[in-house]
């Protein structure tokens, strides 16, 4: 056999498949493991018979369409409903000629990062911030720069003290990339006053904002802020990201941005390179699911029921662990992020332990941290582990803090 790592590409060779995703992925297969490492929805909550009847009317209806080969931007049809949606739901003004649908909103990160940065770069992330981002911009070759966050979210002084220095030291920053509502994995949201902060800084500084908003449509607390960064920038500054994958299934693969006049233009070319366009077919299914009113009805069912599991987490948390932890209680989302004020206490270092002793599976904290801290921090999920995993796992979760 010939040695295949002469064929790999750089990238290839930077990109490695980390300890903690080896014994994640063992966990999968393990009933006797309480997993809170996902970052999934409950299946329970998939409209599934809904989808059924949508999926066989799009085909026997617009098959000669819906299974061909479609514009690269999204279909028209998707396009102009989710203006409507965003509009109705959530304020933004977007014509759909500046929206573009892609593969999940992970691929609007991929394009994103291929049509802004360039090597050496500047990106500035919430520390921490979602990993997968963080994974997409260094692709790209950004250098991550991380603010540092309290309970609302990314403290908005220290934004501009980075801003500041950062242009006095000559770097070039592109982008802020901010999760606003029910961050992943911190479970924080911002404020209306930061938000509008954000976007000053971003005038003033000449970058522009991407906003990454998964989850502000599942919020648990009435009154919580939601309002999209992207609903009050008045300069053309905020590139706004959304996805289906937590009100309707991930399965589907739709996500969307939000963007703005020729940098629309450009993220088009940059998505014609990757996949020519997403699935027609799953296009025209979420264009009717979204026209049917599915998603709101879903979020109708999902919010009480993401809540009541969050409430049962918190509530077991309260319950269980020591009180040198510490954690956030998000109004939004599916993670609680946890730090463990304990000398030489490391999530990572434990994982393996916590997965064959204690049978509970988190995800390190540190891998979300862009400046190598954060190793005393854990995410953990709610959505996905049913009430009586939530109560057994943060038992066995407080039995690791208080033994190790
Ligand atoms: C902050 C954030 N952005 C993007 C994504 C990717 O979502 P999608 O399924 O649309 O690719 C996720 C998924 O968990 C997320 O948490």
Do not use: C
């Amino acid at each position: 056999m010939p040695a295949y790592d002469k064929f790999y590409s750089r990238l290839a060779v930077g990109i490695k498949a980390s300890d903690i995703r080896e014994l994640l992925a063992i966990i999968k297969h393990r009933k006797d493991v309480i997993s809170f490492a996902g970052g999934i929805p409950d299946p329970k909550l998939f409209p599934k018979s809904e989808l059924a009847d949508i999926a066989r009317e799009v085909i026997l209806k617009y098959g000669d369409d819906a299974l061909q080969y479609s514009e690269t931007k999204g279909l028209i049809e998707l396009r102009e409903t989710l203006s409507d949606f965003m509009r109705r739901t959530k304020g933004i003004q977007t014509d759909a000629e500046d929206l573009i649908i892609t593969t999940g909103s992970q691929q609007a990160l991929d394009i994103v990062a291929r049509g802004m940065i360039d090597p050496g770069d500047v990106v500035v992330t919430e520390n921490p911030s979602y990993l997968a981002a963080i994974g997409a911009f260094k692709i790209a070759g950004a250098k991550l720069v991380g603010v540092e966050m309290d309970e609302h979210g990314m403290d908005t002084h220290k934004l501009e003290e980075k801003l500041r220095s950062l242009k006095n030291s000559g770097e070039r920053v592109k982008f802020i990339y901010t999760i606003p509502v029910g961050h992943n994995p911190a479970g924080t949201s911002l404020t209306l006053d930061r938000k509008k902060h954000i976007i000053e800084l971003a005038e003033e500084y000449d970058v522009m904002v991407v906003e990454d908003d998964p989850y502000s449509y599942i919020i648990y607390e009435d009154g919580a802020d939601t309002t999209p960064l992207k609903a009050i920038d008045k300069y053309g500054r905020v590139i706004y990201l959304s996805t289906v994958s937590k009100v309707l299934a991930p399965g589907l693969r739709i996500g969307w941005i939000a963007a703005i006049d020729d940098l629309t233009r450009k993220f088009e070319l940059v998505k014609q390179y990757l996949d020519l366009h997403s699935p027609t077919l799953t296009q025209f299914i979420v264009a009717e699911a979204v026209k049917k009113g599915l998603i709101d009805r879903m979020v109708k069912v999902a919010t009480p029921y993401y809540k009541s599991k969050r409430d049962a987490m918190l509530s077991a948390m309260e319950d269980y662990l020591p009180d040198y932890v510490d954690y956030t209680k998000p109004i939004g989302g599916l993670f609680i992020f946890v730090k463990v004020d304990k000398e030489g206490f490391n999530t990572t270092k434990l994982l393996e332990v916590a997965i064959t002793k204690y049978k509970i599976a988190y995800v390190p904290g540190a891998s979300f941290f862009v400046d190598g801290t954060g190793h005393n921090t854990m995410r953990i999920n709610f959505s996905y582990p049913t009430f009586d995993e939530i109560y057994e796992g943060v038992r066995r979760l407080s039995a690791l803090i208080k033994n190790e």
